[in-house]
């Protein structure tokens, strides 16, 4: 449902952003007895940037709330085994059973979005594609009490709520009205492009590194995601002026047999880029207005960590504003512990300054936090009703 009509003039939660951060976070509200607007300023089922890999604890969260028979009505193919290719060597992962889960899933965001916004609806939250948020009201006290919404067509409306919520993204608007500073910020950045092939014949996930270089294949809905990643200090030399000449070139100087495999499949629709960004963790949380998503935590994309980093902050959020009081000021600390060991390995990643060597002992860093963190979402309770 789109536009600004039959709308409250209080809600317990705000929403700003409808996408897998934001969705959720009104998914759980919702079903909890909360008063939920979600709002997202682009159509409903749009596409976005996106690693699309679901780690364990992301799928498992799917899998509590429920999602997972959408998940696989949609094509999405299930995830058996990684590969992991340094240089000429292959590690295979096989996915084993943990938690309940046996497989994992990368959904392409045209799914996972609109999954997780039909859930929030169903749950009881409001629903409005093609409204944006234009101003925050405070209180005498500095506190933030409502929004200022506007649609497409540049009407207007106020709304108050117990809680402004900024699911907006790294250019977060609700972050810019608050004024929330980031206060941790790695230093490096990989500039990336990519593409979704038909008929590329493999086998699971695959990540490939070499001096320099990376390149993945993540098996998504009706065919791969193929990627390739240079350092951003790169960026113009390596695309700038011919995308796919630069793409190709990557492939077939570090990873020839990937090239190989990329000649045979069929490119559906065009190449796109992410020239990098460097990652940070913002104050998420204030006197009437917190943050979850890339709003409030970033990091570069090479570990494909942000969808379960975003589900995973949109439960420990959910959970901390139905606690009430002043439960929410957990919430950061809860959420910079669990986030704070991937963004030093993730930034050490994306500086390219490792070696075969070194970039497998980053994996084993990686693996034994992501098995912490599943193990800490695993660990969370049910979510108290908001009437409890």
Same mark, same amino acid.
């Not at 295979?92 to 943990?98: C, G």
């Not at 100087?253 to 990098?276: C, M, N, Q, W, Y």
């Given at each position: 449902?789109?536009? *600004?009509?039959? +709308?409250?003039?209080?809600?317990?939660?705000? !929403? $700003? @952003? %409808?996408?897998?951060?934001? &969705?959720?976070? =009104?998914?759980?509200?919702?079903?909890?007895?909360?008063?939920?607007?979600?709002?997202?300023?682009?159509?409903?089922?749009?596409?976005?940037?996106?690693?699309?890999?679901?780690?364990?604890?992301?799928?498992?969260?799917?899998?509590?709330?429920?999602?997972?028979?959408?998940?696989?009505?949609?094509?999405?193919?299930?995830?058996?085994?990684?590969?992991?290719?340094?240089?000429?060597?292959?590690?295979?992962?096989?996915?084993?059973?943990?938690?309940?889960?046996?497989?994992?899933?990368?959904?392409?965001?045209?799914?996972?979005?609109?999954?997780?916004?039909?859930?929030?609806?169903?749950?009881?939250?409001?629903?409005?594609?093609?409204?944006? *948020?234009?101003? +925050?009201?405070?209180?005498?006290?500095?506190? !933030? $009490? @409502? %929004?200022?919404?506007?649609? &497409?067509?540049? =009407?207007?409306?106020?709304?108050?709520?117990?809680?402004?919520?900024?699911?907006?993204?790294?250019?977060?608007?609700?972050?810019?009205?608050?004024?929330?500073?980031?206060?941790?910020?790695?230093?490096?950045?990989?500039?990336?492009?990519?593409?979704?092939?038909?008929?590329?014949?493999?086998?699971?996930?695959?990540?490939?590194?070499?001096?320099?270089?990376?390149?993945?294949?993540?098996?998504?809905?009706?065919?791969?995601?193929?990627?390739?990643?240079?350092?951003?200090?790169?960026?113009?030399?390596?695309?700038?002026?011919?995308?796919?000449?630069?793409?190709?070139?990557?492939?077939?100087?570090?990873?020839?047999?990937?090239?190989?495999?990329?000649?045979?499949?069929?490119?559906?629709?065009?190449?796109?880029?992410? @020239?990098?960004?460097?990652?940070?963790?913002?104050?998420?949380?204030?006197?009437?207005?917190?943050?979850?998503?890339?709003?409030?935590?970033?990091?570069?994309?090479?570990?494909?960590?942000?969808?379960?980093?975003?589900?995973?902050?949109?439960?420990?959020?959910?959970?901390?504003?139905?606690?009430?009081?002043?439960?929410?000021?957990?919430?950061?600390?809860?959420?910079?512990?669990?986030?704070?060991?991937?963004?030093?390995?993730?930034?050490?990643?994306?500086?390219?300054?490792?070696?075969?060597?070194?970039?497998?002992?980053?994996?084993?860093?990686?693996?034994?936090?992501?098995?912490?963190?599943?193990?800490?979402?695993?660990?969370?309770?049910?979510?108290?009703?908001?009437?409890?």
């Amino acid at each position: 449902m789109n536009g *600004l009509y039959s +709308l409250d003039s209080h809600y317990d939660a705000v !929403v $700003i @952003g %409808a996408r897998c951060a934001g &969705a959720a976070t =009104a998914f759980l509200l919702a079903r909890s007895g909360a008063k939920v607007l979600l709002i997202d300023r682009q159509a409903y089922g749009s596409d976005t940037l996106s690693t699309h890999a679901l780690m364990r604890g992301a799928v498992l969260q799917l899998k509590r709330w429920g999602l997972i028979p959408t998940v696989l009505a949609a094509g999405t193919p299930a995830i058996r085994s990684t590969t992991f290719h340094y240089g000429d060597e292959a590690v295979r992962v096989d996915i084993k059973p943990d938690h309940g889960v046996d497989c994992l899933f990368a959904p392409r965001r045209t799914v996972l979005d609109p999954l997780l916004v039909d859930a929030a609806r169903e749950a009881g939250a409001e629903v409005r594609h093609g409204v944006a *948020l234009s101003e +925050l009201q405070f209180a005498g006290s500095g506190r !933030v $009490i @409502g %929004a200022l919404l506007r649609d &497409a067509g540049g =009407a207007c409306m106020s709304v108050r709520s117990d809680i402004i919520i900024g699911a907006d993204g790294r250019q977060s608007t609700v972050a810019q009205l608050v004024n929330a500073k980031a206060y941790v910020e790695g230093s490096n950045a990989s500039a990336i492009v990519f593409g979704y092939y038909e008929d590329l014949n493999r086998d699971g996930t695959h990540w490939h590194f070499a001096n320099n270089a990376a390149a993945g294949v993540i098996p998504t809905n009706a065919g791969r995601c193929v990627f390739a990643a240079v350092p951003n200090s790169r960026l113009g030399a390596t695309f700038r002026g011919d995308v796919m000449r630069g793409f190709l070139q990557v492939l077939a100087s570090s990873f020839p047999k990937l090239r190989e495999d990329v000649d045979r499949a069929t490119l559906i629709g065009r190449l796109r880029g992410f @020239g990098g960004a460097t990652s940070y963790l913002r104050q998420c949380h204030g006197a009437g207005w917190a943050l979850v998503g890339d709003a409030g935590y970033f990091k570069d994309p090479l570990t494909a960590h942000g969808i379960t980093d975003a589900l995973r902050d949109a439960q420990l959020l959910a959970i901390r504003i139905l606690d009430g009081g002043r439960a929410i000021e957990g919430y950061q600390h809860e959420r910079d512990a669990l986030s704070m060991p991937f963004m030093r390995v993730t930034d050490a990643i994306a500086s390219f300054c490792w070696d075969i060597d070194g970039i497998k002992q980053l994996h084993d860093d990686l693996s034994a936090i992501t098995n912490m963190e599943v193990n800490h979402i695993a660990s969370l309770s049910q979510l108290p009703s908001l009437a409890a």
